[in-house]
């Protein structure tokens, strides 16, 4: 597998307020027990899983990624006009263009902010964290919204039980500025490996192949999973992009106040953190509530980590990734 570390060549760059938002609506596995042949003790057993949340028909990506930006930007205390980008990270974007990200910036009232949506499925909102930190630390920007959303419930065939049970919709974000103080980046890692791209994919609606009518027909406007293949690479990337961050920054596994994994199988944090020797409380779990929302798993549960007084000055937290492209990565913050 390929991948590559990092350099702190620049400025410092920290955390200046975080938010999240997810739909009302909720779905449960009682629920699905009604849609497809599965059961709520099947899905608690092989994922943790208990309940998802679901957006009705008329949302879309921005809508979520609009209420948690904005709290992010409360949170730090800044206003639309602030902000020097905005980056959104999703693969399930309102449209194929525009991006999700000048929509946003077209709702804020943000003309000045640059804008790009970022594009690593699950691992995109780390990977939107390091764009920002890149473009702040080398001095291009000072002040940047980074937010994780996605509506996976509309890719998802609720017909295969095989996928339907594992995804929720949602969104976080953070805003990023520079200077020393708390909620200090330390170190990040990123790393991809393209030749697994099929293992988790959406086939149809791109150019490869369009939206055809024959497309819909053979159901391929819907994601699909290689899940036993992704549940073993998930678990040894994971691991390994941890020692990585905390090896770039002289730490150990036992330094980690806080463990913010991607919300993908309880099955498959618990053995990441297990390879890692870290203990279950000090690990954010919420996938019994969420299910997996992708992009947006790991800023939805910093900001509940946040917000719910998990997290202390001082903490370093560890937040990691896996996901489809493959991607991965992992950032390592001193709260
Ligand atoms: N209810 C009941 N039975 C089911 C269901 C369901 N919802 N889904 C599958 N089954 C059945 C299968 O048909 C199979 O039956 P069979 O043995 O008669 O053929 C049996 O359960 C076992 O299926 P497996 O796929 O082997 O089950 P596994 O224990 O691997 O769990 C899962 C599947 C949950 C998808 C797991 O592999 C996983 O979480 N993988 C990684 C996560 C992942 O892929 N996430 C997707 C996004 S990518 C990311 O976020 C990293």
Not at 23 to 42: A, G, I, K, Y
Not at 57 to 78: T, Y
Not at 198 to 223: C, D, F, K, N, V
Request: charged fraction near 20%; hydrophobic fraction near 40%; include cysteine.
């Amino acid at each position: 597998m390929n991948s590559s570390g990092k350099k702190s060549l620049g400025r410092e760059v920290r955390i200046l307020g975080t938010g999240s938002c997810v739909p009302d609506r909720v779905l449960t596995n009682q629920d699905l027990e009604r849609m497809v042949d599965t059961s709520d003790e099947w899905i608690v057993t092989r994922t943790g899983i208990k309940e998802r949340r679901i957006v009705g028909p008329d949302m879309a990506a921005s809508d979520l990624a609009e209420v948690a930006g904005a709290r992010a930007m409360k949170a730090a205390g800044i206003t639309p006009t602030d902000l020097d980008a905005i980056f959104v990270c999703t693969v399930t974007g309102d449209h194929l263009f525009p991006s999700t990200s000048c929509l946003l910036q077209a709702r804020f009232g943000a003309p000045q902010a640059f804008c790009m949506d970022v594009s690593a499925a699950c691992s995109g909102f780390l990977y939107g964290c390091e764009t920002a930190s890149a473009f702040i630390a080398s001095g291009m920007a000072e002040t940047v919204l980074v937010v994780g959303v996605e509506i996976l419930s509309k890719f998802t065939n609720f017909e295969d039980r095989g996928t339907c049970v594992l995804f929720g919709d949602g969104a976080g974000a953070a805003v990023f500025g520079p200077g020393p103080g708390p909620h200090q980046i330390l170190a990040s890692h990123l790393g991809a490996d393209g030749r697994f791209g099929s293992l988790i994919e959406l086939p149809a609606g791109g150019s490869r192949r369009p939206m055809t009518h024959e497309a819909l027909e053979a159901r391929q406007q819907y994601l699909t999973v290689k899940g036993n293949e992704v549940f073993k690479l998930g678990v040894r990337g994971m691991a390994d992009a941890c020692i990585k961050v905390l090896d770039q920054a002289g730490l150990a596994p036992d330094d980690v106040d806080l463990l913010i994994p991607h919300q993908a199988n309880l099955r498959i944090i618990d053995a990441t953190a297990k390879r890692l020797e870290i203990p279950p409380e000090r690990v954010v779990v919420n996938i019994d509530r969420y299910g997996n929302t992708s992009a947006a798993s790991v800023p939805i549960a910093l900001d509940e980590a946040v917000t719910t007084g998990r997290v202390h000055e001082g903490d370093l937290v560890l937040m990691v990734v896996f996901g489809g492209g493959l991607t991965w990565g992992a950032t390592l913050v001193r709260w």
